[in-house]
């Protein structure tokens, strides 16, 4: 019987080392952690990617340099190795015929085959920002950093890049720009790149051309764009900023299409779904959301109480027909914004009332009204008198 872990729809990895499984359609999340060890930041999950095509094991890579790979079919960690090889955190993860693909942000990637004597070892250039793989053509990988240019390997031939971008033109006061790349991606069906930078532009490079510059760019935000992803349509990218600014830019005229609402801090990771309109994107905020990109609407917003850096989304298509279990165990483990609204709303209002004066009663116990007060006074002087 396959674990409750394979139905999750979104991995996420935390900075206090924990890879959390969410369910959205029960509504429940689930922490997974390696050993009995205690919560540290040494360990926090820095990158993560799947380990083979049918989404049954996860590599997730961590601070402190270990690799530990997660068994969506048993729900637990089953193997961890030590990969501690340059310097930094892992810029990116990746799977090429069965043998692991890490890269450091000092520069060092590194296939790491079944007999060390066979591992590739490139020195890709300080300050890598991030590592992105080819789908369509696994032996390919894409790197980038912060004054380290957009680089193309050929792991097969690992001595030189194939392709090396140019810097763009010096700016209207003939000043050098400056080169960070934070995030890229390859587009299917081509060998067009699209980047994101730290100085807010979207860049499209195409390797293929003889121009090594790139060839559509577009600026959105003031602030450093931090992660981007492919619509499924590969027309447009979804980008997000540190100031939690997410759009989605069309990349055929670089103009900005729409724009996503709801988010509180930096965007670490932003995912698309491969045939769904759903984008997931996680931050410093600690929520994970999940947007729809027809209708800008926010299906699913999940507090998930860490810091997160990174998310795998899976390609399942059919989620509202999946099975759902009783109502009784679809109990959330996470508290969603309207289950809060709720609670505030089925509480009692208290109005603040003014202290009324005291009064004198009668003999029944009821206050006797005000206007009554004058008309006893003269009764009283009559007797009197």
Known sequence: MASPARGNHVWVGSETG?????????????????GDAGLSRHEAVTAMCWGDPYESEIYVGCLDGSVKLFSTEKGKFTESRDCREGEGPFCGLAMLDGSLITC???????????????????????????????????????TG??????????LQ?????????????????????PI????????????????CTGHNQVRLYDPSSPQRRPVLEATFSEYPLTALSLTPDANAVVVGSSRGDVAVIDLRQGRLVKRLKGFAG??????????LPLVASCGLDRFLRVHNLHHKRLEHKVYLKSRLNCLLLTSRERWEHEGLDSPAELQSDVKEENEDDEIWN????????????????????????????PSRKKKIRKAES
């Open 18 to 34: 924990i890879l959390k499984g969410i369910n959205l359609q029960k509504k429940q999340a689930t922490n997974y952690k390696f």
């Open 104 to 142: 450091v942000q000092s520069g060092l990637l590194k296939v790491w085959r079944d007999a060390s004597s066979e591992n590739v070892e490139i020195q890709v250039g300080p300050g890598v920002c991030r590592m992105r793989q080819n789908p369509e053509q696994t032996h390919r990988v894409a």
């Open 145 to 154: 950093g912060k004054e380290n240019c957009l680089k193309v390997w050929d």
């Open 157 to 177: 031939q690992p001595k030189e890049p194939i392709f090396k971008a140019k810097n763009v033109r010096n700016d209207w006061l003939d000043l050098r720009v």
């Open 180 to 195: 960070w790349d934070r995030d890229m991606q390859f587009l299917p069906g081509s060998e067009k790149i699209v980047t």
């Open 266 to 275: 930096s965007v670490r990771a932003i995912q698309c779904h491969p045939a």
């Open 346 to 373: 089925s509480m009692e209002v208290v109005a603040t009332k003014r202290k009324a004066e005291t009064q004198p009663c009668s003999e029944s116990g009821d206050k006797e009204p005000q206007k009554d007060k």
